[in-house]
């Protein structure tokens, strides 16, 4: 079967990757130029050594079928073992680690996070820079070759046997709206009308000659602007240079979204908390880059792996990680369930 797959996040390659290997034909259609998804790195202007993982910063878990990928990524090179705890800040003082967070593996890759999704695009078709905007149910009733069709931005459509939805809820929502069989739909898009998720201001910046930074990663509690620190030269080779991602926390960037609240004032706002929490040094930098991130993490989610819809013989599914969570993990099942489920059903047509 013709499977396309709208979305090269983690859930939507990892779906990708299994059908394919199973004999299908598999097309994913990314809107945007890079590959994973929120799996993301930047590339420095400046500096040659230099990357950001702006986007998740690194991955972890502890289930079985994540754990067995992780595993492979490790093998190939991809991943490394990061750090199996966190620095932590309680709003006044750095503890080198946090007392109530169990020791985890936390996996970082090298090359950068989006090294995972170019990894597992291997498998299949990739068109980037390929927005979607709909697709239209002809079914049986064959004007078409094929029961699906999958509308580009460009204008240009794609038939395909069976449809699979990988994009965080906001914009799943949106592509269904556009579809012109919506009662199809009729009994999830009021659920996924009800996913929300947390906005994310990343900062990233890069000092020449500083000194090195006695942590990997810091979580900041009790701060009013700041919530993680990745410490980005502790991944890679950077030089002389140290960079750094910071994440701002969900409530500041709410509130600064809300009131339209300049690019340039909220990197200020965020450089004054670091200096606050490292020293004056850390407003000396080199080079800073600012990201919104208006869909970081869901907040809330559904109670299944994946939501399937549609004919059995023209099946249209829904997966991501707003699926039974809010992380990398439940993303990754939730295309791996997916995946699975359809090479055994749709091998028995
Ligand atoms: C700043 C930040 C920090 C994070 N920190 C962590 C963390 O510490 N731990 C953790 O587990 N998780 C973290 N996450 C969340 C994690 O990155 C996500 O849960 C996971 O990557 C989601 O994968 P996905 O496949 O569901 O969706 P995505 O990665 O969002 O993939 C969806 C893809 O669909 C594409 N797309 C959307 N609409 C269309 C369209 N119309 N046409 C074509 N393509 C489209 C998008 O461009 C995207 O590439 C973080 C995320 C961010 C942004």
New binding site residues.
């Given amino acids: 079967m013709l499977i396309g797959i709208?979305?090269?996040?983690?859930?939507?390659l990892t779906a990708g990757r299994i059908l394919a290997q199973a004999g299908h034909e598999v097309i994913v259609?990314?809107?945007?130029r890079g590959l994973?998804?929120?799996?993301s790195t930047r590339y420095s202007k400046k500096y040659e050594d230099v990357r950001y993982d702006?986007?998740?910063?690194?991955?972890s878990g502890n289930d079985e079928r994540l754990v067995q990928f992780m595993n492979e990524l490790e093998g190939k090179g991809i991943l490394k073992l990061w750090t199996e705890e966190f620095h932590f800040h309680d709003g006044e003082n750095i503890y080198d680690k946090h007392p109530n967070r169990p020791k985890q593996r936390m996996y970082c890759a090298p090359e950068g996070m989006n090294s995972i999704g170019r990894y597992l695009s291997r498998w299949v078709d990739v068109r980037r820079n390929?927005?979607?905007?709909g697709f239209t149910y002809f079914g049986e009733n064959l004007r078409t070759k094929k029961p699906w069709m999958i509308n580009l931005q460009n204008s240009e459509a794609v038939e395909v046997d069976a449809i699979i939805v990988?994009?965080?809820a906001v914009?799943t929502y949106g592509?269904i709206e556009n579809s012109t069989d919506e009662t199809m739909f009729k009994s999830i898009i009021k659920d996924i009308d009800t996913v929300h998720y947390r906005p994310?201001h990343?900062l990233m910046l890069s000092y020449e000659n500083a000194d090195a930074l006695n942590f990997k990663g810091l979580i900041c509690t009790n701060n009013p602007v700041l919530h993680f620190i990745s410490n980005e030269s502790s991944k890679r080779d950077t030089g002389n240079k140290l960079s750094l991602v910071v994440?701002a926390n969900g409530d500041f960037s709410r509130k600064h979204i809300f009131d339209e609240v300049p690019e340039d004032q909220v990197l200020s706002e965020m450089i004054t908390a670091l200096r606050g929490l490292l020293g004056d040094w850390a407003g000396k930098y080199d080079e800073a880059d600012l990201k919104l991130?208006r869909y970081?993490?869901p907040g809330n989610h559904f109670e299944t792996d994946f939501v399937e819809v549609g004919a059995d013989r023209a099946p249209v599914a829904l997966i991501?990680?707003f699926m039974k969570g809010?992380?990398?993990?439940?993303?990754f099942i939730s295309?791996y369930e997916l995946g699975h489920y359809w090479v055994k059903k749709l091998s028995q047509k």
């Fill in positions: 709208i979305g090269a996040g983690i859930s939507g259609f990314e809107k945007s994973g998804g929120r799996l702006h986007g998740a910063p690194y991955i390929t927005k979607v905007i990988a994009t965080p914009q592509l994310k990343t994440q991130w970081s993490q991501g990680d809010q992380t990398i993990e439940h993303a295309g």
